[in-house]
Structures are given as structure tokens and as C-alpha cells.
């Protein structure tokens, strides 16, 4: 285990910045187009699940809370992204990109 950490260290001292801001950008262009296809589908399968919870705890089969659960952790999923955009882009005022991540950037 050693070795390898070893040989991964090496690797990184042998290149160079631009090899980092290269994998850098990638990283950030794979992650958003998950977020954003993660998204679509928990919010498609969350509205189902709102449907059927609602159902359920107007007749008595579930409680309540379960179902205000899920709204809450919909509404959070909702706003994740406007909360990473103010404050990785300087303001509410800032641009956006078709995802609504374009503050994502290199902090270095």
C-alpha cells in the first residue's frame, strides 16, 4: 500500500499544472452532468413517491411525517444547486449556465 502511494505521489510531483487544471476541468464537467441527471431522476421518482405518500396518509395507512419528510428532502434537493451557485460565484445576482453551475470552478 505503501508503494503505491509512493508511486502516486511520484506521479503527481512529475507533472505538470496544466495536466492538473486539464483533469480539474473534467472532474467538474462529469460532475455536473451527474448532478444534473441525478436530479431529474430522484425528482421524478420523489413526485411519485409524494403522490403515493399523500394517498396513503389521507387514508390513514402512513403518517404524516413520513410524507412531509420526503417534501422537505425534495425542496432541499431543489435548492442545493442555487446554494452552491451563490456561494462559489460571488452573489444571487450571478450568472447561470444551462445546469446553473457555472461558479464551479478552480479555487487554486
Known amino acids: 500500500m505503501l508503494k503505491l502511494l509512493f508511486l502516486a505521489l511520484a506521479a503527481m510531483v512529475a507533472t505538470t499544472p496544466d495536466a492538473y487544471a486539464d483533469a ?5 464537467s462529469k460532475g455536473k452532468s451527474l448532478f444534473t441527471n441525478v436530479r431529474t431522476v430522484v425528482f421524478v421518482m420523489g413526485g411519485f413517491g409524494l403522490v403515493g405518500l ?3 396518509a389521507i387514508f390513514g395507512a402512513v403518517k404524516w411525517k413520513w410524507f412531509a ?3 422537505f428532502g425534495l425542496v432541499i434537493l431543489a ?3 442555487a446554494v452552491v451557485e ?3 460565484s460571488g452573489g444571487a445576482g450571478s450568472e447561470s449556465s444551462a445546469t446553473g453551475m457555472s461558479g464551479v470552478s478552480d479555487t487554486m
Open 86 to 88: 451563490y456561494f462559489t
Open 24 to 28: 480539474f476541468a473534467t472532474v467538474v
Open 69 to 71: 419528510s420526503l417534501a
Open 79 to 81: 435548492i442545493a444547486n
Open 54 to 56: 399523500a394517498v396513503g
